[in-house]
Nanobody
Framework: QVQLVESGGDSVQTGGSLKLSCAVYGLPSDWFCMAWFRQAPGKEREGLVRIDNIGRATSADSVKGHFAISKDNANNILYLQMNSLQPEDTGMYYC??????????????????????WGQGTQVTVSS
């Protein structure tokens, strides 16, 4: 059974940093594209960063230089390092996964529907 479990969400001050984790159960993350999405209050879920099964990362323009994705294939954990947090970074953060097809690839888009598996989310609140 596939399960993605996020953790690490917290309340922080503007300018602070957080590192989120996503423990992956039931699928080998080295065969899958993994991504982090965010849903701010009253807004649609948006894609932030993704990493393919051979470790190549892509960031959305909104978080380039600000957020970084990484993964530990040996332990099946996905990470999101977030720096210089701003109030607009407040939201529920989700990890997601989809089988890499073709191999060594991720969807070229940021559509929620492009990802097959989702975690329940972890809340990040940034106060000024």
């Amino acid at each position: 059974q596939v399960q993605l479990v996020e953790s690490g969400g917290d309340s922080v001050q503007t300018g602070g940093s957080l590192k989120l984790s996503c423990a992956v159960y039931g699928l080998p993350s080295d065969w899958f594209c993994m991504a982090w999405f965010r849903q701010a209050p009253g807004k649609e879920r948006e894609g932030l960063v993704r990493i393919d099964n051979i470790g190549r990362a892509t960031s959305a323009d909104s978080v380039k230089g600000h957020f970084a994705i990484s993964k530990d294939n040996a332990n099946n954990i996905l990470y999101l390092q977030m720096n210089s947090l701003q109030p607009e970074d407040t939201g529920m953060y989700y990890c997601a996964a989809v089988y890499s097809r073709p191999p060594n690839s991720c969807p070229a888009d940021w559509y929620v529907s492009s990802y097959r598996y989702w975690g329940q989310g972890t809340q990040v609140t940034v106060s000024s």
